[in-house]
Structures are given as structure tokens and as C-alpha cells.
């Protein structure tokens, strides 16, 4: 049986460059980089070399970037230190499909009386700018609007976004954790504020990311320590983790230029050869502003966990939009801000692919899925 892994936006397999790398931190390389000592110093000096190469992917100054223990931890340091650091009156402005790790602080400002605006999307899982225009209009606000959605990898227009955030003295925020490797970002080209990124979505280990922090922004630490990352994030470094996170950003942005579109190819291979294939069946959201490596298809009359649940079984392992989540197999937050209808929403399945998948597996995924998709629906009490 082959395994073909197609569930890059959950998490990457780090790559082995990145092992080899992150290894002498774990031996000879164990210093505190604090310390004043040989030993401290030979450390600190990875870390701004990594602080060079995470800044080097996304146009950055290396001084913009503060390494973080994840993605969540970037979003919750932009939002709740931009809203402590702003004062009582302001907003936050987001939207209904952005991931936990913004939509669980927005809960939480707006339990302690903040005032929270959250913008729908249309049945592409597109924002309408204007709307966001009219909002961001009304007073200080912080708008955090994710780059590319991690169920669908629809891409909003982060250029016109954060130009209206700047035209009305809003601070931009945004999610890149799932656009970061797969497209290209130049910060300083746009104006945006912050952008958090995550490790473990592009080739090096769970538990580390970065949060860049334009020059100038106002913003309160989170973590409250010592004096690392130029106090912006007390607490001592992770330093093979962000010295792997520094390596994984290098090799990223050597691979962008060919491999975004050798894999959106595969991608849009694997889609036609499915929707050929298996009849009631449709991609969710937008197919022309979308990540090159994600495709959400809803197979209808049947539920995602059961399709996900048979294609293990043959080796694939892929995603549902539907999250099972205290026993209802209610369709996630973003499918249901689409209006996807009841029978394709619980079919709903993501793949997401990387620069490590091949055509082979393409194939494989198309010869093997159908017949798991009809089986089910013989089964379906909905066909
Ligand atoms: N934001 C988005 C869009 C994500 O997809 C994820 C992870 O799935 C996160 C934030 C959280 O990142 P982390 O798992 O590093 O905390």
C-alpha cells in the first residue's frame, strides 16, 4: 500500500536539511544565548542568522522579526498587544473564517467588553472590501485579516486590505501562517503592520514561528520576562527550533519560484481527475484567488469522516471540512460562513499538498478515491 500524505495544512514533515541543522543545538551547541560567555555567544549568533533568513522570505528587516513558540502565540502577541497598547476604544476587525488562533482572542476582547466586528465572506469565501473600508472608517481599530484560508487556501487582496487600513490610521494585522512558502510576500512592498507565520506549515517543527513587527508599531509584549528578542518576548530561546525555523524559510524561498507551480499543477490534476470521475461533486471556494497546493471538494449525500476514514485505510491521509467537534458532526465555521448547502458541506474534504508530493500519488488518489466515494453513497440515507 502506498502513503500519501496530503494534509500539509495541518502540518509539514520537516524537511531533513532542517534536521541536519537544528542537530549540534541538541549536542555541543547547548549554550544559553544570553550568557556573556564563548559559549552563549557562539549560539546567539544562529539566532540572528535565522533572524536573517526569516526576514529574507518575507522582505523584512531581520530587526522586524520575533520568534514565537507558534502560530497561535503570533496572532494572540498582534492582537491583544495592538488592543493593550491602544487603549479602551479600540476595535478589532476581523472575520467569521479566520482560525482559532484569531478568532479565540477576538471571543475573549469581546467577553470583556470590547468591541469586535467580525466581516462575512460570500459563497467563494470572498470578503467584500468595501465592507471592511466602511468599518475600519469608524475609528482606532486593529484589523487582523488572515492571507490565505487553511480549509479552502482562498487568498484575500491583503494589498487593498492593508491599504485601507492605512488610509484610516488602522493597524493591519495578518494571519500568513498558510501563505507563507507558498506565495510570494514582500512586506515591504505593502503596508502591513504585523504578519505571524508558523514553522510546522513549512517544513520545520511544530512549536516554533514569528511574528513581523513593522518598525514603529505599537504593541505590548505578551510574554512578560526578560529581555529577549529586544524585549518584545521575554523567555529563553528555543534556539535549535528557531535555527531549523531559519533553514525552513531559506529552503522555502529557493523552492517557491518552481515549485508553487509544479504543485498547483498537481493540484489542479488531482481536482479535474475527481470531479471527472465522481459525479455531485464541487470545489469550495475560489479557484482563481487561491493557494497553489489546496483544493476543498465536497463530495455530496456523504460525510467527510467517512470518506477520510476509508482513504486512511488505502493511505492517504487528507482532511474534512466538517470538524466533529462535541459529538456533532457539525461543517466547520468557514464552510458555514460560505453557505455551502447541508448535503455538500458534510462531504467536505481539503487536500493539501507540498513540494514533496509527486504525480505518482495524484494518480494514486484518483484511482482510489471513486470507488470509496460510490461505496459510501450506496450506503448514503440522503442519495
Ligand atoms: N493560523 C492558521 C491560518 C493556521 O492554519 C494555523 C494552524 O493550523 C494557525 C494559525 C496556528 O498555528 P500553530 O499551529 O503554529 O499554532
Given at each position: 500500500m502506498k502513503n500519501v500524505y496530503m494534509d500539509n495544512n495541518a502540518t509539514t514533515g520537516v524537511a531533513p536539511e532542517v534536521v541536519e541543522v537544528m542537530q549540534p543545538f541538541f549536542s555541543e551547541l547547548w549554550g544559553n544565548p544570553s550568557s556573556m560567555h564563548y559559549f552563549g555567544g557562539q549560539?546567539?549568533?544562529?539566532?540572528?542568522?535565522?533572524?536573517?533568513?526569516?526576514?529574507?522570505?518575507?522582505?523584512?528587516?531581520?530587526?522586524?522579526?520575533?520568534?514565537?513558540?507558534?502560530?497561535?502565540?503570533?496572532?494572540?502577541?498582534?492582537?491583544?498587544?495592538?488592543?493593550?497598547?491602544?487603549?479602551?476604544?479600540?476595535?478589532?476587525?476581523?472575520?467569521?473564517?479566520?482560525?482559532?488562533?484569531?478568532?479565540?482572542?477576538?471571543?475573549?476582547?469581546?467577553?470583556?467588553?470590547?468591541?469586535?466586528?467580525?466581516?462575512?465572506?460570500?459563497?467563494?469565501?470572498?470578503?467584500?472590501p468595501s465592507e471592511l473600508r466602511r468599518e475600519a472608517a469608524k475609528g482606532p481599530a486593529i484589523i487582523s485579516v488572515m492571507w490565505a484560508n487553511n480549509e479552502t487556501g482562498v487568498v484575500f487582496p491583503i494589498e487593498e486590505l492593508a491599504a485601507m487600513a492605512r488610509d484610516t490610521g488602522c493597524v493591519f494585522h495578518t494571519d500568513a501562517v498558510q501563505a507563507v512558502g507558498k506565495l510570494p510576500i514582500d512586506v515591504s512592498q505593502l503596508p502591513i503592520d504585523m504578519l505571524s507565520l508558523s514553522g510546522h506549515k513549512l517544513h520545520a517543527p511544530k512549536g516554533i514561528g514569528a511574528l513581523y513587527v513593522r518598525k514603529g508599531t505599537k504593541l505590548n509584549p505578551f510574554l512578560l520576562g526578560g529581555h529577549q528578542e529586544s524585549g518584545r518576548r521575554g523567555g529563553t530561546e528555543n534556539v535549535p527550533y528557531i535555527v531549523g525555523l531559519g533553514k525552513a524559510c531559506e529552503l522555502a524561498a529557493q523552492h517557491l519560484p518552481t515549485e508553487s507551480t509544479r504543485v498547483a499543477a498537481l493540484r489542479d490534476?488531482?481536482?479535474?481527475?475527481?470531479?471527472?470521475?465522481?459525479?455531485?461533486?464541487?470545489?469550495?471556494?475560489?479557484?482563481?484567488?487561491?493557494?497553489?497546493?489546496?483544493?476543498?471538494?465536497?463530495?455530496?449525500f456523504i460525510e467527510g469522516e467517512g470518506i477520510l476514514y476509508h482513504m486512511s485505510d488505502a493511505g492517504i491521509a487528507a482532511s474534512s471540512g466538517s470538524a466533529c467537534t462535541s459529538g456533532s458532526l457539525e461543517p466547520s465555521h468557514v464552510i458555514r460562513a460560505m453557505g455551502v448547502p447541508f448535503t455538500a458541506a458534510h462531504g467536505s474534504i481539503r487536500f493539501s499538498l507540498s513540494r514533496y508530493n509527486s504525480a505518482d500519488e495524484v494518480d494514486y488518489v484518483i484511482k482510489t478515491l471513486p470507488p470509496i466515494v460510490t461505496r459510501l453513497r450506496e450506503l448514503s440515507p440522503f442519495v
Open positions: 549560539v546567539a549568533r544562529h539566532i540572528e542568522a535565522a533572524r536573517d533568513q526569516v526576514a529574507a522570505l518575507i522582505g523584512a528587516d531581520p530587526s522586524e522579526i520575533v520568534f514565537t513558540s507558534c502560530g497561535t502565540e503570533s496572532d494572540n502577541m498582534a492582537i491583544r498587544g495592538a488592543l493593550e497598547a491602544g487603549g479602551p476604544h479600540m476595535r478589532l476587525i476581523t472575520t467569521r473564517v479566520e482560525h482559532a488562533a484569531v478568532l479565540g482572542p477576538a471571543r475573549h476582547y469581546k467577553e470583556h467588553d470590547g468591541v469586535v466586528v467580525e466581516l462575512g465572506v460570500d459563497a467563494s469565501g470572498q470578503l467584500d490534476t488531482l481536482e479535474a481527475g475527481l470531479l471527472e470521475v465522481c459525479p455531485d461533486t464541487s470545489v469550495n471556494g475560489d479557484r482563481v484567488n487561491r493557494l497553489p497546493n489546496t483544493s476543498n471538494i465536497s463530495f455530496q
